[in-house]
């Protein structure tokens, strides 16, 4: 009977030590994850495991000591997550596509803790909305964005496709205005030593599109005076000065902007079309920002979007053919496909309605030809998008928007142009794509549609709050190597 008791004891034991232990445990599990919000020691790949309000997240602490940023650990998932970055919006269950993924905007804008800090240099109106036909009264600067009927629209034809300069610069103008509803990506700050950022405001493409040209006696066009006006500028500036221009942005998106001052102002970002027209050395996709155009057709609502059955036109291309250098290849592939069942492939500009044509013709096909032109980018590709018509890039030397967060294989088709100019090669590539793979594309399209809109007051995920973050990734290298190269200037 003695025996048979002390055998027990040890179980008894074991049993209550196994609950203490376990209490223990969890205890210190919810400890360590308290703590993971000001503290990095737990490895990221375990708290990917660790299921927060239902949904797996980390957190990533952001060393500047600002607002922490919540991401997706798996990018190739759709999720829903909440940003902390984001302005209210009027409905609190509306929903955007921002990266591939959903965001759900329920948390307030706190303009103190901005991605981006951004000093505007007050240029005079002749260098930005003077361009456009604004006068302000005496010593004003900017129009007023308080009201849109008050923003002098931008010119419109295909000077539109080049509008980066107008959009980024509404945007912080308007990033102080409370009523303005608008993210905090980035927020216009009035001391320079308080910005992460310079922003040069030089409509440099409307400049090229309207005043490149001489008018009467003029022996200096306007262009280049304004040009030769804004490096005088800005060389001379302590901001400048301080950073080598490094930390500068500056847009000149027609590929024949900027040209007389693009070699004396290289140290800078810039934020261009593709580098078709610029030396290695001042301009890279290192220290620069590949924006997308403007689309000029409409953008087509997903619910009113044809699917694979509704599009009767297998490749559509309309626009320019004769085109030098890398776009002689245009020229190849009309002889190529011009008599091809199925396929429009036509001479199109947009006089004559050409534009409405053209988003007519891209909303019934199911592929839409992008051929390098004179450079290798054009807006046909995000023409091709917001139509959601599958595009089909044929441009070796192609730079394309946003690409470290997109994926444009989900929703493009791309050919080398050796290989296109084949002949039976691309058709049958295409006939041979299911119609269950195309639709696959076609559903992608509908969801990163946004990221290429341009608009004011911007939103969550589009082309404007796409640009900034991009400048984003870009500027921390730049105050990285700064930061360094001071290390001993004060000793």
């Keep these: 009977m003695s025996d048979k008791s002390m055998s027990m004891v040890p179980s008894r034991f074991i049993c209550c030590l196994m609950i203490i232990s376990m209490f223990l445990l969890v205890f210190s599990s919810l400890f360590l994850l308290h703590l993971t919000t000001n503290h990095s020691f737990i490895p990221r790949s375990v708290l990917e495991l660790i299921p927060l309000n239902n949904t797996s997240l980390y957190f990533k602490p952001n060393n500047s000591n600002r607002e922490q940023n919540i991401f997706p650990p798996f990018p190739s998932q759709p999720l829903i997550i909440q940003s902390q970055r984001e302005c209210p919006v009027s409905n609190s269950s509306q929903k955007t596509s921002y990266v591939g993924h959903q965001r759900n905007m329920t948390l307030a804008c706190h303009k103190t803790n901005p991605l981006l800090r951004v000093f505007m240099y007050e240029l005079p109106p002749e260098f930005h909305f003077g361009l456009l036909g604004w006068k302000g009264s005496v010593n004003q600067t900017w129009p007023n964005v308080n009201n849109p009927k008050h923003i002098p629209p931008y010119a419109g034809g295909l000077n539109l496709q080049h509008s980066v300069e107008y959009w980024l610069t509404l945007d912080l103008l308007s990033s102080n205005i409370a009523k303005v509803n608008r993210p905090c990506t980035a927020i216009r700050v009035h001391n320079s030593s308080q910005a992460d950022l310079i922003f040069v405001?030089?409509?440099?493409?409307?400049?090229?599109?309207?005043?490149?040209?001489?008018?009467?006696?003029?022996?200096?066009?306007?262009?280049k005076m304004l040009q030769d006006r804004l490096v005088q500028f800005l060389l001379g500036r302590e901001e400048w000065k301080r950073s080598g221009g490094k930390d500068h942005l500056i847009v000149a998106h027609h590929p024949n902007s900027l040209l007389a001052a693009r070699r004396k102002l290289g140290s800078a970002m810039f934020v261009l079309a593709d580098f078709g027209r610029y030396s290695f050395e001042i301009a890279n996709i290192e220290k620069d920002i590949i924006a997308p155009y403007r689309h000029l057709v409409v953008t087509i609502p997903r619910a009113e979007s044809a699917s694979y059955d509704e599009r009767s036109t297998l490749l559509y291309f309309q626009g320019a053919i004769y085109r030098k250098d890398g776009g002689a290849i245009r020229q190849e592939l009309?002889?190529?496909?011009?008599?091809?069942?199925?396929?429009?492939?036509?001479?199109?500009?947009?006089?004559?309605?050409?534009?409405?044509?053209?988003?007519?013709?891209?909303?019934?096909?199911?592929?839409?030809l992008n051929i390098a032109g004179d450079t290798p980018s054009s807006n046909r590709l995000f023409d091709a998008i917001v139509s959601h018509c599958v595009p089909v890039i044929i441009s070796d030397e192609i730079e394309l928007p946003f690409e470290d967060v997109l994926d444009y294989s989900e929703f493009s088709l791309f050919f080398r142009a050796s290989d296109a100019v084949r002949k039976g090669y691309l058709l049958n590539l295409l006939h041979s794509i299911k119609p269950e793979q195309w639709t696959k594309m076609w559903n992608r399209l509908k969801e990163i549609t946004q990221h290429f809109e341009y608009q004011y007051p911007s939103q969550p995920g589009d082309a404007v709050n796409m640009i900034w973050e991009e400048v984003s990734h870009k500027i921390s290298l730049v105050q990285f190597n700064l930061h360094r190269k001071n290390r001993y200037q004060r000793s």
């Design 334 to 368: 009309y002889y190529l496909l011009k008599d091809e069942k199925d396929v429009h492939f036509a001479f199109g500009s947009i006089k004559r309605n050409g534009i409405n044509q053209a988003g007519q013709g891209m909303a019934v096909s199911k592929f839409c």
């Design 201 to 223: 405001p030089f409509f440099s493409s409307l400049s090229y599109n309207r005043h490149s040209k001489l008018h009467g006696k003029e022996k200096v066009s306007i262009n």
